[in-house]
């Protein structure tokens, strides 16, 4: 039976008072704000408590705010369904865009290893403990990360102009 989305934040806030910093609910898809050093800790609890069980991660993927409070930030967003109890979870981690760092989830969703890839080439957010962290979509001498409000594409890569 799909668990309800106040009661799974009410069980989140419960188990993690200093990591988890609030459930959204007023902004589209309900979400989940944990600090980014607790993310490995509250997916492992996601993904193995009974009545939870979070067992897929559908995606990883980054936004950048850059006009958001404090000199703007990334976010690190993890998408979650557990198919046997038909529930849905949408939990973010938001970093600083200056240095953005974030545990890997790669030890808890093996599936992570190519959505972090992508967040990190894309980016620029670097996920400590990924067993291959480099880029995936851009070559590796490209200059930048190009989802990056403030990217400015080069006039020409390799000889050839963007021209």
């Known amino acids: 039976m799909a668990m309800e989305f106040p009661v799974i934040a009410k069980l989140l806030e419960g188990r993690f008072p200093e990591a988890v910093k609030g459930a959204v609910t007023d902004k589209g ?11 490995p800790e509250v997916l492992e609890f996601l993904k193995e408590e009974e009545g939870l069980k979070f067992d897929l991660l559908l995606m990883v993927t980054g936004v950048d705010r850059p006009d958001a409070e404090g000199g703007g930030s990334i976010e690190v967003v993890y998408h979650l369904l557990s198919t046997t109890e038909g529930h849905e979870l949408v939990l973010k981690a938001v970093l600083p865009r200056e240095n953005p760092v974030c545990p890997s989830a790669v030890p808890i969703y093996p599936a992570a290893l190519w959505h972090e890839r992508e967040t990190f080439d894309l980016l620029g957010v670097e996920f400590t403990g990924h067993p291959d962290l480099r880029r995936i979509l851009c070559p590796e001498d490209w200059v930048g990360h190009p989802l990056r409000k403030d990217y400015e594409y080069p006039e020409e890569y390799g000889g050839i102009s963007a021209k």
Do not use: M, Q
């Not at 898809?29 to 993310?39: G, K």
């Open 29 to 39: 898809d309900p979400w989940i704000e944990a600090a980014a050093d607790s993310v």
